[in-house]
């Protein structure tokens, strides 16, 4: 069994994976580690152009996610993910190939690559998927006023949305615990976060990592899905 955890917090734009490593990293005493958007130098271009720009941010995203992924192995310790590599390939570069924002060699490069990597690398210990409604996640994206993402359109997120549940259903194993993060609100009620940590610890199914603890009470809006 190893010393250290390796949780990844999967799901849409404005799921609100960012607020929850934050919280849930500081809750556990693990290091975040954060998608780049601030600063990303192809984000805001390819929301202006999508069918320009869509190659070079997919490989700075695998760029980005693969170089965490070392840091994460070399430290040695606990850790917390803002987004894993495979919702990157899986969801969002083949939406835009769908899209026909990736050409056919695009894709295919960049898929080579993405299967390599996953590969040679040791897959996390817990998923959890924060699921979401469109509504919610334009509401959340307008709330918290990125530029950047202010021409992201319905019909963008409904497709990523449903390349999203693909993924969930068909994902080759591990842990995965899915949350109905619409109905949960982890920054403004303490309980609701107390609670997700409870579904965690349990998913995780370590419990001498964590020490003593009761089970979390089952509640229809928290679904582990293990091998």
Known sequence: MPEFLHLVLAG??????TTLTTLLGERF???????????NPFLAD????MARWAFPLQLYFLTHRLEDLRRIAERQESAIQDRSIHE????????????????????????????QLVALLRPPDLIVYLRCSVDGLMLN??????????????????????????????RPGGRLLLVEA?????????????LL?????????QRELFGAQEAPPADPRFLLLAD
């Open 88 to 115: 990157d390939a899986m969801v969002f570069a083949r939406n835009l190939r769908a899209m026909g924002m990736l050409s056919a060699r695009e894709w295919e490069t960049y898929e080579r690559l993405y299967r």
């Open 12 to 17: 849409n734009v404005g799921a609100g994976k």
């Open 141 to 170: 994206i307008s709330q918290r006023g990125r530029d950047c993402e202010a021409a992201i359109e319905r019909s963008y997120l409904a497709r990523l949305n449903d390349y999203y549940e693909e993924w969930i259903a068909s």
């Open 182 to 194: 619409e109905q949960l609100d982890f920054l403004g009620r303490p309980a609701d976060l107390e």
């Open 197 to 205: 940590v409870g579904h965690v610890r349990a998913a995780f199914g």
């Open 29 to 39: 005493g693990w290091r975040p580690y954060y998608e780049r958007v601030d600063g």
């Open 46 to 49: 390819f929301y202006a152009d």
